[in-house]
Structures are given as C-alpha cells and as structure tokens.
C-alpha cells in the first residue's frame, strides 16, 4: 500500500511539473500572440497611411496628366495659330526694322511649359513685323538680325526664357534670385540671319513658383533690329 502511494505521489509531482511546463509554454505563446497583434495593428496602420499617399500621388499624376495635355493641346493650338498667320507684304530695302516691347504688368504665377509671352506695349515699331495680340515678330525682310530680350523676377522666383524662331529655340536667358527674397534679372541677346515671313518670340522654358515681373523696377522686354 506504501509502496503504491508513493508511486502515486511520484506521477502526481511529474504532473504537477508537466502542468508548470505548459502553463509558461501558454504564457510565452500568449505573449507572443499579443506582439504579433500589435505589429499587425502597426502594419495595419501603416498600410492605411501609405494607401492615402498612394492615392495622394495618383490623384497629383492624374492632375499633372491633365495639365500636360492641356498644355500640348495650347502649344499646338498656338502653333498652328502661327502657321496660319498671313506673311506681311515685304518692306522696301532702304525702311528700316526694328521694335521694342514689354509686358504692361505681371504675369501670372507658374506659366506653363512654351507659353508665349505677349508684350502688350510696343514703344518702337519700324516696318510693322511686332505683333502686341500675340507677342510675335514676323519678319518683315530677310537679313541678319539682332534680337535682345529682358526677364525680371523676385521673391524666390525663378524663370527661363528662351528666343524661338519658327518653333526652333536659338536663345535663352535665365533669372533667380537664389531665395534671397529680393530682385533679379536675365537679359539675352542673338545675331541670326532670319528670312522674310519668319516668326520670332520668346516663351518660357521655366517659371518658379512666382511670377515674371514688370514694372517700374524692372521690365520684361523683347527688342529686335535688322543689322544688314
């Protein structure tokens, strides 16, 4: 009877002991079970962000999609505008060409890619070839010419401007005030030889987050002159 008791009692402590293991192997494993719900809940969260970005980014594509058609189709609207154009009768030999022109105000902020400035203002204007409704010189008489245009820009603005003929860049001029707040300007200048119905102007390669000024402090000008 002893004997059997003992035994009994040693089964008892090996389950006792059995019943210790698993108690702390279902402790480790709750542990690691709440852990595991917490990163799921932190990846969860994360996901959620990272899905809004993605969206954010999508929906920033979709509008930058749309511009850039806008754009190409103004771009084209503009040239074809161009080609349509009637030449102007060719001036005699001996009139003389020249033109000066600047933006009566500021323009608007982040003009778009090739967008045509229109000097609205012309103070000089020999031989009729500048155009104020359309910010174009047609080339009245084939010769060299001398063309020199001014950007002015401030406030942490910055702008590219580039002389185009007949749709082909052949200058360009750059300003930025290098975010000191202040003013600064760019002034470009090209010799070329232009034939008798050419068109002439300057549009924007780039513009800051300001907009091309003109003012008292600075204008925004395109000049031009036939040398010979």
């Not at 809004?52 to 509008?63: A, C, G, H, P």
Request: charged share 25%.
């Amino acid at each position: 009877m002893g004997d059997r008791l003992w035994k009994l009692e040693g089964k008892l402590n090996q389950y006792m002991e059995e019943h210790g293991r698993l108690l702390q192997q279902n402790q480790e494993l709750q542990r690691r079970v709440s852990e595991t719900e917490k990163k799921n809940e932190e990846l969860t969260t994360k996901i959620s962000s990272l899905e809004e970005k993605v969206k954010e980014i999508q929906q920033r594509n979709d509008k930058w999609q749309m511009d850039i058609k806008h754009n190409e189709v103004k771009s084209y609207s503009s040239h074809t505008h161009i080609q349509k154009r009637t030449v102007p009768a060719t001036v005699a030999q001996t009139e003389q060409v020249a033109f000066y022109a600047y933006l009566s105000t500021n323009t608007q902020a982040n003009l778009p890619l090739h967008h045509t400035l229109i000097y609205d203002v012309v103070r000089v204007s020999k031989g009729q070839g500048v155009h104020k409704d359309n910010g174009i010189f047609i080339v009245p008489r084939s010769g060299v010419y001398v063309f020199a245009w001014t950007v002015a820009i401030e406030n942490d603005g910055c702008a590219i401007l580039e002389l185009v003929v007949n749709g082909e860049a052949f200058g360009s001029t750059f300003a930025d005030d290098d975010g000191n707040g202040g003013w600064d300007h760019g002034t470009g200048v090209a010799v070329l030889e232009a034939h008798s119905g050419d068109h002439v102007y300057i549009r924007m390669v780039r513009n800051g987050e300001d907009v091309v000024h003109s003012d008292e402090k600075g204008r925004t000008s395109f000049s031009g002159w036939n040398l010979f």
